[in-house]
T-cell receptor, first 113, second 109 residues
């Protein structure tokens, strides 16, 4: 049972380049999330998907887009990367967004030069 | 006022010590409360949920005071392996969790 997987683990981009971060979960969870974590800022929600076919903005959505491809997969896209998007990105999933534990992937460490 | 506030620490304690972390939250409608643990450069993992009646899991005790909007985590008999960052987490309007910035604990021998 892999839980939540993320690819890639590390990525270096130049300003203006685009990329997609992939996330998949095998726990049959309804809800999936994308967070970023910066030093001194804690975890901040970028986007979430409460169920397959729906997505909503979180606290810091600007510069990102998401796709809930199916129940298992939730991708995060940076269309034109900026140095301010240098961060660690975590994907998470849960069965019930109100009460259930969120399970996190191992993270993607992104540097934008 | 930030939604979830924690003392960032660091808390530096010797092995065997008892240490307590506190957390306050601003939304009185919050319904679910958790403590997560995050090791350096790793993903957060659930340590324990926090129930109104208080709950204990081995050396760890969590308490909730709804009237004061306050959550605590007590660690007894600290181990070297307890060194980590502890995140206070509160649900928000039934759709997403709000994470505190974390409290760093360092246990030394």
């Amino acid at each position: 049972n892999a839980g939540v997987t993320q690819t890639p683990k590390f990525q270096v981009l130049k300003t203006g380049q685009s990329m997609t971060l992939q996330c998949a979960q095998d726990m049959n969870h309804n809800s999936m999330y994308w967070y970023r974590q910066d030093p001194g800022m804690g975890l901040r929600l970028i986007y979430y998907s409460a169920s397959e076919g729906t997505t909503d903005k979180g606290e810091v959505p600007n510069g990102y887009n998401v796709s809930r491809l199916n129940k298992r997969e939730f991708s995060l896209r940076l269309e034109s990367a900026a140095p301010s998007q240098t961060s660690v990105y975590f994907c998470a999933s849960s069965d019930d967004p109100s009460t259930d534990t969120q399970y996190f992937g191992p993270g993607t460490r992104l540097t934008v030069l | 006022r930030k939604e979830v506030e924690q003392d960032p620490g660091p808390f530096n304690v010797p092995e065997g010590a008892t240490v307590a972390f506190n957390c306050t939250y601003s939304n009185s409608a919050s319904q679910s409360f958790f403590w997560y643990r995050q090791d350096c450069r790793k993903e957060p993992k659930l340590l324990m949920s926090v129930y109104s009646s208080g709950n204990e899991d081995g050396r760890f005790t969590a308490q909730l005071n709804r009237a004061s909007q306050y959550i605590s985590l007590l660690i007894r008999d600290s181990k070297l392996s307890d060194s980590a960052t502890y995140l206070c987490v509160v649900n928000q309007a039934g759709t997403a969790l709000i994470f505190g910035k974390g409290t760093t604990l360092s246990v030394s021998s």
